[in-house]
């Protein structure tokens, strides 16, 4: 039977434990890896990108931000 009335932490523990079920626990917990919430604002961080760069501008930033490293 289907509930409809599901928290979301009751939906998350239940999808956590059909995934255990199916894929074992290795695959389940690569599977969630490639899941993961992401973190910022894209619209703002986008607002502040460089406009009318091309790629060698691109590839010499590269550059010197590996020769710092």
Do not use: C
Request: aromatic fraction near 8%.
């Amino acid at each position: 039977m289907v509930r409809k009335n599901w928290t979301l932490r009751e939906i998350r523990r239940e999808g956590i434990e059909a995934l255990l079920d199916r894929l074992g626990p290795v695959a389940t917990i690569r599977f969630l890896q490639q899941h993961e919430n992401g973190f910022g604002d894209y619209t703002q961080d986008r607002s502040r990108w460089p406009d009318g760069l091309n790629v060698q501008e691109i590839l010499h930033d590269i550059e010197q931000r590996r020769e710092r490293q």
